[in-house]
C-alpha cells in the first residue's frame, strides 16, 4: 500500500471505533487501529462475565482477528500517551503516528465524583479485567463466609452492595440475588447463600432512569421479588475496606461493585475543546471537533444533543457513529466535502433484570417481564454478530435456564489491589 | 452430622482428592476437602487454555458444585500452612482442623533444577493461572513483534521456546506452530506470524521418554512437520529477559515456556517420611504413610514402585489411588481392617501433537497420526465427565478445527511478574 494515501489514526476498538474502521472498508487510505486491548468487547454482556454466567473469550475477539480481511487496516495493541493537534501526531507508548484523520473513540469509565480511591473497594465494570476481577470477589465472598464463625463478620461477607441504579447496576444486583438464592443453594454446609442480602443503592429518584417511570417501577418490583433491596435517594457518602455509609447510616458489606456516574476518557481533555461535566468532549454536529475538521470524537467520549436532549451513552449511538463518521470520511476523500450531521436513531432500550424479567421501551411501546426478557435474549445473541461465539452464549445459557447452573464460576488470578480477601 | 462420626480431612481437590472424596459417599464419616483454589481442574487440556483453544471455565468446574449432593463433604477454599501428625492436626490460613484420618493429594510442580530463579522468566503450566500468564505471554509475543522495527528484536519476540519434551512440551510447541502458521495467518500487517521458530528443548535422548522409541520418533516427526525445532540432549543452563543458553550457545527469545522435571508440593516434607530426588513420599504399598495408617499419601505427591518401575504421575493413576483409599478407609470404618496394596492399572497413554495428530500406547498396541488423534479427542472429551462442559468443548474444537481460529485469544491481566511485556 503506498505511504502516499492518506492516513486515518482511530483510538480505540469499542462500537465506535471499530464501526468506523468496518465503514472506511474500500477507501483509498492507510487505516491504523490502536487499542490499549487487543480485543473488541462486547460490553453489554460484561456484567454476565462478571457474574460468573459467560466465560471471557464468549463476549470478546481479537480487533485484528475481526479485521482480518480488511487490508487497509493495521492494528496495533499500544496506549495513547499524547496527542499533537498542531503537529498532528499521535505519541503511543511504542511508536509515533503521524495522521491526516484522527478519531478519538476511547469511551468512558464509571466515575467516583471525586473520590477515586473509593476505587480499590469498590471495582467498577468496564473492561474484561474488571469483570474477572469482580466475579474473583463475588465468589470469594461465599467462600469466606463459609469459614467465619463470627455471625457479624459473616454477615458481612454475605452482603453485596452495588452502587448506581442504572442498567448495569439493575443487571448486576438481580443476577446476584440469583446466584444467592439458587444457583449456590446446598453447596455449602455452615454459611447459607440465602442469607445473602443484595443492597441496590441509586442517589437518584428510581432505578433504570434512562427510561419511562413506569417501567423504573415495574423493574423495581422485579428486582424486590429476586430478593434486591432497593434504597433510592441515597448517595453513598463512604466507602472502605468493611462497608459503605450512605449519610447517616452504616452498612458493613466486604463485597461493594460500582455502577455509578460516567468518567470520559482522559484524552479528551488533550482534545483543546470545551467538555462537558462528565468531561465528554462537546462535539460538532458532524462530530468533528471545533477548529479542526480532521478530527473527530465519537463514542461515549462524545457530548452531542439531539432535539433537546444527550444522545445516550450507549453501544448502539457509538455504532451509528462510527459508521457516520466513516462515511463522511470516505465521501471527503472522494471529493464530496458537504457537512453531514450526525442522527441518531433510537432503535429502543432494553434491560434485563435476572432471570426471565426484563423491561423494554422501543418507542411509544412500553412493556416488561417475559416478553421484554425473550426479546433481549434475541437481541444480544443477534448483536453479537461477527463474534463465532453466538452459538456457545446460547449454549450457556441454555444450561443456565435448565440448571440453574453458572458455568464460570472460577476464580483466578491475585487482586488487583493486593487485599487479602 | 454428629461430630462423634470420624473426621477425614483432603487435601487437595485434584483427581486424587476428588476421587477420594467420591468413593467416600455415603461413608459414616465427616469429610473436609480443602484445596487452595474453588475448582476441580481437567489439568490434561491445561495446555490448550495456554493455547487459547479453550476458555478456563470449559476445563474447570467447582469443588462445591461437583460434590454438592454429597451431604457428608464440606469444601473449604484454603490453604495448608502445616501438619501435625502427633497431635492429628492441620493448620490452614483460616482454621485448624483435627483429623481421624488424612489423605495428602496436593500434587507436583514443574522443576527449575535449583534455579527457581527462572521462573519469572519461564513460567511453568500447572494452574488455570498458569495458564491464563502463558496465553498473555505468547499473544503478547505477536504484538509486540508487531510494532518492532528492529529485525533482531522482532525475531527475539517471535522465537519461543518451549523446555521439557514429554508431553505438556510437545503439546504445547505443536500447538504454538500451529498459531503461527495458521491461526494468526493474515492478520499481522508488519511482522509475520510464520516468521516464528518454535524451539522445543529436552535434556534427554527423544522426546515423549514414556512412550515407545517408535512412538517418540513419530512424534519428533509430526513435530518436525509442524515446523517445531526439536533439540535433544540440550539442557539450559541459563534464562533471563532475552532468552535462554543451551550449554555453549545462546538463544534470543522473549518467550520461554517451562515444562520440565517433577517438583513434588512442598507439604510432603512435613509428612516425616522418606522422600524421593523430587520430593514425593515414599508410601506403603496400600499408599500409607509409614508409621502413620492413618495417613495416606496419593496422586503425583506419592512416591509408588510397581513391577520394578515407578507408577507414573498421570491423571489416571492419581484417580486410581484416590479410589482405592477412600474404598479402603470405607471398608476400615466397616471393621474390615485387611491390608490391600494398590495396583494401578494402565489404561494407556497419549499425546497430542497438533492438529490431528498424535501417538498412542494401549498395552502392546501402539499407533499415530489421525486414528490416535480420534482416539485421543474422544478419550479427553469422555474423561470431562462430572463436567456440564463436554458439549461446550467439543463445540469449540469442531469449530478450531473448520476454521483454524483459536476462541480464546484474548489478553487479559497483568503479568504476576511485573514484567514490561
Same mark, same amino acid.
Given at each position: 500500500m503506498p505511504a502516499a494515501l492518506p492516513h486515518i489514526v482511530i483510538l480505540g476498538g469499542g462500537f465506535g471505533g471499530l464501526s468506523a474502521a468496518r465503514a472506511l472498508a474500500g477507501a483509498p487510505a492507510r487505516i491504523t487501529l490502536v487499542d490499549r486491548h487487543n480485543h473488541h468487547l +462486547?460490553?453489554?454482556?460484561l456484567y454476565q462475565v462478571a457474574t460468573a454466567g $459467560?466465560?471471557?473469550p464468549s463476549i470478546a475477539a481479537p480487533l485484528r482477528q475481526i479485521l482480518?480481511?480488511?487490508?487497509?487496516v493495521t492494528v496495533l495493541m499500544d496506549e495513547v500517551t499524547g496527542i499533537d493537534l498542531a503537529q498532528r501526531r499521535v505519541q503511543l507508548t511504542r511508536e509515533r503516528l503521524d495522521y491526516d484523520w484522527l478519531l478519538v473513540a476511547t469511551g468512558a469509565a464509571h466515575a467516583y465524583f471525586g473520590h477515586d480511591d473509593w476505587a480499590g473497594n469498590a471495582p467498577g465494570l468496564k473492561s474484561l479485567d474488571d469483570a474477572l476481577a469482580i466475579r474473583r470477589r463475588v465468589l470469594t465472598a461465599f467462600e469466606r463466609a463459609e469459614q467465619e464463625d463470627d455471625p457479624a463478620r459473616r454477615q458481612a461477607w454475605l452482603n453485596l452492595v452495588v452502587v448506581g441504579g442504572g442498567a448495569t447496576g439493575v443487571e448486576l444486583a438481580g443476577t446476584l440475588a440469583e446466584i444467592a438464592r439458587?444457583?449456590?443453594?446446598?453447596? @455449602?454446609?455452615?454459611?447459607?447463600?440465602?442469607d445473602a442480602n443484595i443492597l441496590l443503592v441509586e442517589?437518584?429518584?428510581?432505578? $433504570?432512569?434512562? @427510561?419511562d417511570p413506569v417501567l423504573s417501577a415495574k423493574a423495581q418490583r422485579q428486582l424486590e421479588h429476586l430478593g434486591v433491596q432497593v434504597r433510592l435517594g441515597h448517595a453513598v457518602t463512604a466507602v472502605d475496606d468493611d462497608g459503605v455509609t450512605l449519610g447517616g447510616e452504616r452498612i458493613a458489606a466486604r463485597t461493594v461493585l460500582w455502577a455509578a456516574g460516567v468518567a470520559a476518557s482522559p $484524552?479528551?481533555?488533550? $482534545?483543546d475543546a470545551p467538555l462537558d461535566r462528565a468531561g465528554r468532549v462537546l462535539v460538532q454536529p458532524d462530530l468533528g471537533l471545533p477548529g479542526h475538521s480532521e478530527v473527530f470524537v465519537l463514542g461515549d467520549l462524545a457530548s452531542v444533543q439531539q432535539d433537546g436532549s444527550p444522545v445516550p451513552g450507549v453501544a448502539p449511538a457509538a455504532k451509528q457513529m462510527g459508521e457516520h463518521v466513516g462515511r463522511l470520511i470516505a465521501a471527503r476523500l472522494r471529493g464530496d466535502t458537504r457537512v453531514l450531521p450526525f442522527r441518531y436513531r433510537d432503535a429502543g432500550s432494553l434491560a434485563t433484570i435476572g432471570r426471565m424479567a426484563a423491561v423494554a421501551q422501543f418507542g411509544r411501546l412500553r412493556f416488561s417481564g417475559l416478553l421484554a426478557w425473550w426479546v433481549w435474549l434475541g437481541a444480544h445473541i443477534w448483536f453479537l454478530?461477527? +463474534?463465532?461465539?453466538r452459538l456457545v452464549v446460547l449454549l450457556d445459557w441454555a444450561m443456565a435456564y435448565w440448571?440453574?447452573?453458572?458455568?464460570?464460576r472460577i476464580i483466578t488470578g491475585a487482586d488487583r489491589h493486593g487485599r487479602e480477601r
Open positions: +462486547f460490553q453489554p454482556l $459467560l466465560s471471557a482480518r480481511h480488511q487490508r487497509n439458587h444457583t449456590l443453594t446446598g453447596e @455449602f454446609r455452615r454459611a447459607q447463600p440465602r442517589a437518584g429518584p428510581r432505578v $433504570l432512569p434512562a @427510561f $484524552l479528551g481533555r488533550q $482534545l454478530i461477527g +463474534f463465532r461465539n440448571t440453574q447452573a453458572r458455568h464460570a
